[in-house]
């Protein structure tokens, strides 16, 4: 089992350093905030639980897990945050690359679009049923209401629809599903800036150039401080 990087960077520097020295120590599993949003664990008898056991994963909280093969490392596939005591959605980042999410039985007030923007395979979803599907009703292939949930099923591609949607992205660029109700223009090959209007060689340093430096100083810094804390640490 690899360990999973998910220290990000966030603005409480010495919060998230404290998490990561005690997350380094333990399992990778414990990372996985987002399946421990609330207690319990996948029922087997859940739609998670069903979709899980179907799909060879494992139950870790409120996850289903899987290894992904081409990564060496786990996967979340299923999220089952039913029955939460949630009002309110916010990062679910972590499980990006989720196929099914079950957020019923929650007191949800709204859930913002942006939520699932990225969500790429979420083919999924079940809400409460006032809260309307990620995307609107035409990103999703079937909508339908029962016992009082709202269950959107097939993401729809937004770069293959007649209408609105079609041909959104500029000449020269390729439009890529990004998540219910997103896509994604990237310039095609030898082509880039604004709407990809120039052509030839992408400059790598001028642009990548300044954004390494200040990476590799901000490491420096965060290895120096980390190096002050676990000093202080193991004094105790
Ligand atoms: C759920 O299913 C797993 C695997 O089939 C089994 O090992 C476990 O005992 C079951 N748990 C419950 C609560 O039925
Ligand atoms: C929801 O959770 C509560 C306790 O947290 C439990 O009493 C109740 O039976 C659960 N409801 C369902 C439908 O699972
Ligand atoms: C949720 O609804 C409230 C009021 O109904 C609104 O002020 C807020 O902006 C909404 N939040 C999102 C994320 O849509
Ligand atoms: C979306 O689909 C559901 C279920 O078919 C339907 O009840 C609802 O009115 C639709 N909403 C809109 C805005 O079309
Ligand atoms: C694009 O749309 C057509 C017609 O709706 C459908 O048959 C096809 O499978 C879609 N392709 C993708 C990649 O979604």
Not at 42 to 66: D, K, P
Not at 75 to 98: K, M, P
Not at 196 to 215: I, K, N
Request: charged letters at 15%; glycine letters at 8%; one cysteine or more.
């Amino acid at each position: 089992m690899k360990m999973k990087a998910v220290c990000r960077w966030k603005e409480h520097v010495a919060l998230i350093l404290i998490f990561c020295i005690s997350f380094n120590a333990t399992s990778s599993l414990t990372g996985l905030q987002v399946c421990s949003l609330c207690g319990g664990s996948v029922l087997n008898g859940s739609t998670v639980g069903h979709f899980c056991s179907l799909s060879a994963g494992w139950i870790h909280r409120r996850c289903c897990l899987r290894n992904d093969s081409t990564s060496d490392s786990e996967r979340i596939i299923g999220l089952d945050l039913s029955n939460c005591s949630l009002t309110h959605v916010e990062n679910l980042q972590e499980a990006s690359e989720v196929l099914m999410i079950d957020l019923s039985l929650n007191p949800i007030v709204n859930i913002s679009d942006d939520v699932f923007r990225g969500f790429f395979y979420l083919n999924y979803i079940i809400l409460p049923d006032d809260i309307v599907c990620p995307g609107g009703n035409t990103s999703w292939q079937k909508v339908e209401v029962k016992q009082g949930n709202r269950i959107c099923e097939g993401q729809k591609n937004m770069c293959n629809q007649t209408g609105q949607f079609s041909n959104n992205c500029p000449e020269n660029s390729l439009c890529a599903p990004y998540g219910p109700g997103f896509y994604e223009c990237s310039c095609a090959e030898n082509y880039h800036g604004y709407k990809c209007l120039r052509e030839g060689g992408f400059p790598a340093l001028q642009v990548f150039g300044p954004l390494a430096a200040s990476t590799l100083v901000m490491s420096f810094l965060l290895w120096v401080t980390q190096r002050r804390i676990a000093k202080a640490l193991s004094h105790h």
